[in-house]
């Protein structure tokens, strides 16, 4: 089975993020990483082209700037090869225009089953997926929190408001995983290696028979107008507890008339 | 010109309107002059007259899906009507699992972008423009859009307040989701129910949560005992609910639920920016940590720096011993 795993490369989370004063959208540049969102998915999709007992994982990403670092952290737990589609013209892409240039890229590896994360965690609309699965002309399983795959059908546990859905679903199909789903594996010395050698595809706009006005910012259909600092809550009492702290909040819970 | 018609995606649970639905009602009669819901599964005509209440007057009705995810069917049965020539110039839609994938699938339909995560509107002329969080609610951002109409909003839980308008039953007119083929393919086989016991988390006045500060599985009890003492409802991190501590319908945050309560109880949780996002608009923060220099006493009113094996057990015996 041919797994295809989504995967986006983003600034570390950890460092200061910062805003283009004049598009007003994220500064992704300089290194990237491997969205920690897509180390699951990643996972899983190694896990089950291992239990069909053959097929391999492709990576698919559209990154700025031929990045290929996260790629690599990804190629070194195991996925066989990437494909990245790297150009200045996607610059400011929407969700929409991601999934357009994805479903292009996707549909050279013609794959059984094709995951995603359910969010991203510098972008998180969340909607990217299903986007591309509407494109794709597949369907789609969205916040799978368990996976398994036979008969040519992918079997998932869908989380929902009330609990979770068992869902059945014919492959080729899109399914987009939650955190925890499974447990990702840290690369070894040996694939770190390995992945130094594996193939990157590396595509443009052009060379994906996409318009350049479809995507980017030209193609966004959305615009940031404006960006402020929030009211600020201010911070209130702090109380160091020598173990009388409890009292500080039996009292707060009284000034509140909640006991 | 103005914004006439909105639409609100109108999600049920148990033949009701799920909470957010109302509060988009609520928030559409201040965006346009004519408010129309789409709903759909076997109860639409048994939950109508709520929606009428909250000022839809008319439903669109998808009819029962079976067995299928609605996320297919409604956006195709929603596309048919715009490209019929029915075309809002608004749809809002719940942030939930459905209304995600309703937004997304309905996004690649009508080749047109949406607007997510967003928790404010406001109305100029015939301009709509939404209010979102960034870094953790630090700075507030209004995007809009440029090109063609319907502009399609997803909206977070607790944005608006909920407000009937006292509006009487809407007519309620059927409109089928197309033949999607294999886009849907999915079939729920089976539904499983997690107990629940004491207010839902959205929902409840007080919510205790614990997180990683914990340091085990089996002190989530004090957490669970201490919202019960307090009639609320028992919240949790993200890091917990990864690590199977806690089921996932527990979670508070950008990826779980939004909670807004009158007090807020955050034991061993540090507050990172998607945690926040989740419970700041609560509108007392009590945050019990050993570290002070943890964010979450950046939102607090009141901050304990102390171990919560020490402070969370004594504040239990505290209030059993007035009870
Ligand atoms: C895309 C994305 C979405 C996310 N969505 C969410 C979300 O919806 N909700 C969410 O919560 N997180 C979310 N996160 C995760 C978030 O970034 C944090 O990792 C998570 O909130 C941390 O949980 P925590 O505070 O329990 O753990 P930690 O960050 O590990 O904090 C534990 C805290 O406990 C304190 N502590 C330790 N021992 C004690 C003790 N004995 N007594 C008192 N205090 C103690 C420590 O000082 C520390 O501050 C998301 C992350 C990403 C990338
Ligand atoms: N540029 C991208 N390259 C590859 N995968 C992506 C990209 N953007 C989004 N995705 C995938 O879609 C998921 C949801 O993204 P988002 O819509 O940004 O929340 C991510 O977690 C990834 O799995």
């Not at chain 2, 049920?12 to 609520?26: F, I, K």
């Not at chain 2, 942030?95 to 996004?107: F, Q």
């Not at chain 2, 080749?111 to 967003?118: E, F, G, K, S």
Request: charged share 20%.
């Amino acid at each position: 089975m041919n797994v295809v795993v989504c995967v986006k490369q983003i600034p570390d989370p950890a460092a200061p993020q910062r805003l283009d004063p004049e598009t007003k959208t994220l500064v992704r540049e300089g290194k990237l990483i491997l969205d920690d969102s897509d180390a699951y998915g990643v996972e899983m999709g190694l896990q089950l082209a291992e239990q069909a007992g053959g097929g391999e994982v492709t990576l698919v990403s559209m990154a700025p700037g031929g990045e290929t670092s996260g790629l690599r952290t990804a190629l070194a737990m195991g996925a066989a090869k990437a494909i990245l589609v790297s150009d200045d013209a996607l610059k400011g892409s929407d969700a929409l225009a991601t999934a357009k240039v994805l479903a292009k890229a996707i549909e050279r590896a013609q794959p059984d089953l094709v995951i995603a994360a359910t969010e991203s965690t510098d972008g998180y609309t969340g909607t990217m997926p299903v986007q591309l699965a509407e494109l794709l002309g597949l369907p789609s399983v969205t916040f799978a929190k368990k996976v398994s795959v036979g008969d040519g059908a992918v079997q998932v546990q869908r989380q929902t408001e009330a609990g979770y859905d068992e869902v059945q679903c014919p492959l080729p199909a899109v399914v987009t995983v939650t955190a925890g789903v499974v447990e990702p594996r840290y690369p070894s010395f040996k694939g770190i290696m390995a992945a130094k050698n594996k193939p990157v595809d590396q595509l443009t706009v052009a060379e994906l028979g996409i318009d350049a006005s479809q995507v980017g910012l030209a193609g966004a259909g959305q615009e940031v107008t404006e960006v402020e600092d929030a009211e600020a809550r201010s911070g209130g009492q702090i109380v160091v507890d020598e173990g009388e702290g409890f009292q500080q909040v039996v009292q707060f819970l009284e000034q509140l008339k909640l006991v | 010109m103005s914004i006439e018609r909105v639409w609100v995606v109108a999600e049920l649970a148990a033949g009701n309107p799920v909470g957010t639905v109302l509060e988009l009602l609520t928030q559409a009669r201040a965006t346009g002059t004519t408010v129309e819901a789409v709903s759909w599964g076997p109860d639409v005509a048994k939950a109508a007259g709520e929606l009428g209440n909250f000022g839809a007057t008319k439903v669109y009705d998808v009819g029962d899906i079976g067995e299928a995810l609605p996320g297919g069917p409604v956006a195709g049965a929603i596309a048919e009507l715009v490209k019929g020539g029915t075309v809002p110039d608004v749809i809002l839609v719940p942030t939930t699992y459905d209304g995600r994938d309703i937004a997304g699938r309905l996004s690649a339909m009508l080749d047109l972008p949406v607007i997510t995560n967003v928790v404010g509107l406001r109305v100029d002329g015939d301009e709509v423009s939404s209010e979102h969080g960034l870094f953790g609610g630090a700075k507030v951002a209004r995007a809009r859009f440029t090109g063609a109409r319907p502009w399609i909003f997803l909206v977070r839980a607790k944005s608006f307040a909920a407000e009937a308008s006292g509006g009487g039953a809407p007519e309620v007119v059927a409109a089928p989701a197309p033949d999607l083929g294999a886009r849907n393919a999915a079939q729920v086989k089976a539904r499983h129910v997690e107990e629940q016991s004491g207010p839902k988390l959205d929902e409840a006045d007080v919510v205790v949560s614990g997180g990683r500060g914990l340091g085990g599985a089996e002190h989530y009890a004090m957490i669970e005992e201490l919202a019960k003492l307090l009639k609320g409802a028992a919240g949790a991190s993200r890091a917990i609910v990864d690590a199977g501590w806690v089921p996932y319908s527990h979670q508070v945050g950008q990826t779980g639920k939004t909670v807004k309560p009158t007090l807020y109880i955050a034991c061993g949780i540090s507050g990172a920016t998607q945690h926040l996002v989740g419970m700041k608009g609560s509108k007392n923060i009590v945050a019990i940590n050993k570290d002070q220099d943890a964010p979450i006493f950046s939102v607090a009113d009141l901050g304990i720096v102390g171990d919560v094996h020490k402070v969370v057990p004594k504040l239990i015996e505290a209030l059993k011993s007035r009870s």
